[in-house]
């Protein structure tokens, strides 16, 4: 193997599958991001893409076209990789919104000791898993992350110069971005740089204005991380967390919690023991009551979509709807536990959805699409 590459590749067709794999976390962090003008970005962009093209055109397939939109994706999980000291894959490439009705999709990285492109992409070449995205007949727009490092790493001559990310895609007819092209526009200088109140959250990040929201409306003031703050965006929100947004949306009203808890997994001292025994106590949640009587609420289970539309409606106060009898989401049946709630959020614009035309109840709420719940329920309801 290359020394100065270390490489991972998810990839996932019409049934979406991941690879998730870690590496040994190397020392590096926001702090080690070098800023990088527009013009080095837009020109080792524009490289990249064309090395990836000149190599599917030696394979007779036809090239693939750059989206500002999927590098975003793309350039909020290169950066990840080195804000969090990880190599590995989640399944944010392909449930990011950004991403549109895809019909094929595959994420690639890639960690350089050298400010190199060229490096990165043959890498990606010599390797027969990463190879097979990057020569997908299905793939047509790409999105392309890269991220500078300054290389320093405590205990090791050598570090971390170039992390470089590539999401791919495929899409029906007329599905694709509306901003693919067959170019790299000169974009702004360092736009997934966070400009906001955390550090881990891009300026360009779909969610931005809802997260810096949450944080100016006091509903969630992230953790403390050196000299800075973190929201952790990506990373699923739990039931206790949920708690205690809930309960200062509502502006953190006057309670006190009794001096028994009425969940038998939540203890008088948990940190947000007052705000999970105040959803009880407002019939926002019930918790789960066993077959002997035990009632829990699972404080660090992450919520589902499902189960957020049912909290978000009930601290809505139960308003009065009848849900259609056609499910507005092609995955959530009429019969099914939280339909009328589901239904209620799609209605009130708290959520559309994905362009597939899913809801995906199942799935866990990340604490950047919860931003957004929360958000559009306050200037909605």
Same mark, same amino acid.
């Given at each position: 193997?290359?020394?100065?590459?270390?490489?991972?590749?998810?990839?996932?067709?019409?049934?979406?599958? !991941?690879? $998730?794999?870690?590496?040994?976390?190397?020392?590096?962090?926001?702090?080690?991001?070098?800023?990088?003008?527009?013009? /080095?970005?837009? @020109?080792?962009?524009?490289?990249?893409?064309?090395?990836?093209? %000149?190599?599917?055109?030696?394979?007779?397939?036809?090239?693939?076209? &750059?989206?500002?939109?999927? $590098?975003?994706?793309?350039?909020?999980?290169?950066?990840?990789?080195?804000?969090?000291?990880?190599?590995?894959?989640?399944?944010?490439?392909? &449930?990011?919104?950004?991403?549109?009705?895809?019909?094929?999709?595959?994420?690639? #990285?890639?960690?350089?000791?050298?400010?190199?492109? /060229?490096?990165?992409?043959?890498?990606?070449?010599?390797?027969? %898993?990463?190879?097979?995205?990057?020569?997908?007949?299905?793939?047509?727009? =790409?999105? =392309?992350?890269?991220?500078? +490092?300054?290389?320093?790493?405590?205990?090791?001559?050598?570090?971390?110069?170039?992390?470089? @990310? +590539?999401?791919?895609?495929?899409?029906?007819?007329?599905?694709?971005?509306?901003? /693919?092209?067959?170019?790299?526009?000169?974009?702004?200088?360092?736009?997934? *740089? %966070?400009?906001?109140?955390?550090?881990?959250?891009?300026?360009?990040?779909?969610?931005?204005?809802?997260?810096?929201?949450?944080?100016?409306?006091?509903?969630?003031?992230?953790?403390?991380?050196? @000299?800075?703050?973190?929201?952790?965006?990506?990373?699923? =929100?739990?039931?206790?967390?949920?708690?205690?947004?809930? &309960?200062?949306? %509502?502006?953190?009203?006057?309670?006190?919690?009794?001096?028994?808890?009425?969940?038998?997994?939540?203890?008088?001292?948990?940190?947000?023991?007052?705000?999970?025994?105040?959803?009880?106590?407002?019939?926002? $949640?019930?918790?789960?009551?066993?077959?002997?009587?035990?009632?829990?609420?699972?404080?660090?289970?992450?919520?589902?979509?499902?189960?957020?539309?049912?909290?978000?409606?009930?601290?809505?106060?139960?308003?009065?709807?009848?849900?259609?009898?056609?499910?507005?989401?092609?995955? *959530? $049946?009429?019969?099914?536990?939280?339909?009328?709630?589901?239904?209620?959020?799609?209605?009130?614009?708290?959520?559309?959805?994905?362009?597939?035309?899913?809801?995906?109840?199942?799935?866990? +709420? !990340?604490?950047?699409?919860?931003?957004?719940?929360? &958000?559009?329920?306050? #200037? /909605?309801?």
């Amino acid at each position: 193997m290359k020394k100065h590459l270390v490489v991972l590749a998810a990839t996932a067709a019409l049934t979406a599958s !991941s690879l $998730s794999i870690t590496a040994p976390a190397a020392t590096a962090a926001q702090q080690d991001i070098v800023s990088m003008n527009a013009q /080095t970005r837009t @020109t080792d962009a524009q490289k990249m893409l064309d090395l990836i093209n %000149a190599h599917r055109k030696s394979k007779n397939l036809k090239p693939v076209r &750059y989206s500002a939109t999927l $590098s975003g994706i793309a350039q909020g999980e290169s950066d990840r990789l080195v804000r969090q000291e990880v190599i590995d894959h989640t399944t944010n490439f392909l &449930y990011d919104q950004r991403a549109g009705s895809w019909d094929a999709a595959g994420e690639i #990285h890639a960690i350089s000791w050298r400010h190199s492109v /060229t490096d990165l992409v043959d890498w990606w070449k010599g390797s027969s %898993a990463h190879n097979k995205v990057l020569t997908d007949p299905r793939m047509e727009v =790409i999105g =392309i992350g890269l991220t500078y +490092v300054d290389g320093s790493l405590t205990g090791n001559k050598q570090g971390w110069k170039l992390v470089g @990310t +590539v999401a791919s895609y495929g899409y029906p007819d007329g599905k694709a971005p509306a901003d /693919t092209r067959n170019t790299v526009p000169l974009g702004a200088p360092d736009a997934h *740089v %966070a400009a906001g109140p955390f550090r881990d959250v891009a300026a360009n990040h779909p969610f931005a204005t809802e997260i810096a929201w949450l944080h100016s409306s006091g509903i969630s003031t992230g953790w403390a991380s050196g @000299t800075s703050r973190v929201y952790k965006p990506a990373q699923a =929100i739990t039931r206790d967390q949920m708690a205690a947004f809930l &309960y200062r949306l %509502a502006g953190s009203p006057a309670y006190t919690p009794p001096r028994v808890s009425p969940f038998a997994d939540v203890p008088t001292s948990h940190v947000f023991y007052k705000e999970m025994a105040w959803l009880h106590a407002k019939g926002i $949640s019930t918790g789960w009551v066993s077959a002997n009587g035990v009632r829990t609420y699972k404080p660090g289970q992450a919520i589902s979509r499902d189960q957020m539309a049912a909290f978000l409606y009930r601290q809505a106060g139960k308003p009065a709807y009848t849900p259609p009898r056609t499910s507005p989401f092609v995955d *959530v $049946s009429t019969g099914q536990g939280f339909y009328k709630e589901m239904a209620w959020l799609q209605a009130t614009g708290i959520s559309t959805g994905w362009d597939d035309g899913t809801y995906r109840p199942g799935a866990a +709420v !990340s604490r950047d699409v919860m931003a957004a719940f929360l &958000y559009r329920f306050a #200037h /909605t309801s």
